[in-house]
């Protein structure tokens, strides 16, 4: 294969009682059945509030389920809970293995890794991290092995949420820790992703489309394909609108563009809760 075809959507949060992000899942099944890229990636945040509703995820499952082309999957933090951070109040809902364990038996995976067009991909689970539970030292482990099987290819990582802001040494702060992969797993995380060809790091959850370089590392992150957060309620880092990303991989390059599927519209989270 010369040129693989994906393309990425983020933070959908689907619930049969909220139609308005129904709609905008629709426009973007629509747009994707009018493309066809060779995979979706669903970056995290499938469904509203998984801890507390349930049949989020699984109206999630069976919206992803009519998509028509295959699709791969992430758990974000309204699907299984929130990272404990060194800094700021516990989580309201942390993870748990409980819910990670609801989220495989109705998603099926929380991490992968394939190969395509002469790279590597491979998502994690970010919102186990720096909890302590059995799974997160599961996944390093198998994450180590992975990495042992690259054979040079370049990477590109796709998890829920995005590494850090601006550089690996962000201080984290009580207002901000929880947009990012938490200390010390973001510097465990780094340190071992420095062993091979990391190109990309591709990710959600802020609910702002941003694209930065930082060495040789491009950062993706990808806006929600549901809805925005009013300024009120959250900082304007980039850009605040709906929409998926686009990429293009070819043996040692990749193309990105963002776009705004026909007919999504840019809900604001304050009209649904």
């Known amino acids: 294969m010369h040129e693989f075809r994906l393309t990425q959507i983020s933070d959908t949060h689907l619930a049969r009682r909220l139609q308005q992000l129904t709609d905008n899942f629709h426009r973007v099944s629509e747009y994707i059945d009018e493309t066809r890229p060779d995979l979706v990636i669903n970056s995290g945040d499938l469904a509203f509030d998984a801890p507390t509703s349930p049949d989020d995820l699984k109206f999630a ?23 404990p951070t060194e800094v700021g ?57 992975e990495l042992g099987r690259i054979n040079g290819r370049p990477v590109a990582l796709f998890l ?19 947009r990012y992969v938490p200390q010390p ?20 959850h802020v609910h702002q489309r941003r694209d930065f370089t930082f060495g040789r590392i491009r950062h993706v992150w990808a806006p929600s394909a549901g809805f925005i957060i009013s300024d009120a309620r959250q900082e304007r880092i980039a850009v605040k609108e709906v929409g998926l990303v686009e990429y293009r991989f070819q043996p040692d390059a990749f ?11 840019d809900v604001d989270l304050d009209s649904l809760i």
């Open 61 to 83: 499952k069976e919206l992803h389920d009519t998509l028509p082309v295959p699709c791969r999957h992430l758990p974000g933090n309204h699907d299984i809970g929130d990272n």
């Open 89 to 145: 109040p516990a989580p309201k809902q942390p993870a748990t293995e409980r819910e990670r364990q609801n989220y495989l038996s109705v998603i099926g995976e929380d991490r992968w890794r394939f190969d395509a067009a002469g790279w590597s991909f491979i998502g994690l689970n970010s919102l186990i991290m720096n909890t302590g539970i059995e799974s997160e030292a599961e996944q390093f482990g198998w994450l180590a092995s």
């Open 160 to 178: 829920h949420k995005p590494l850090y802001l601006n550089t690996p040494d962000d201080p984290e702060t009580e207002a901000t820790a929880i």
């Open 185 to 204: 797993r973001r510097r465990s995380l780094i340190e071992m992703f420095a062993a091979v060809d990391l190109r990309l790091v591709a990710s959600g």
């Open 255 to 265: 193309e990105v563009r963002y776009v705004k599927a026909p007919g999504q519209t």
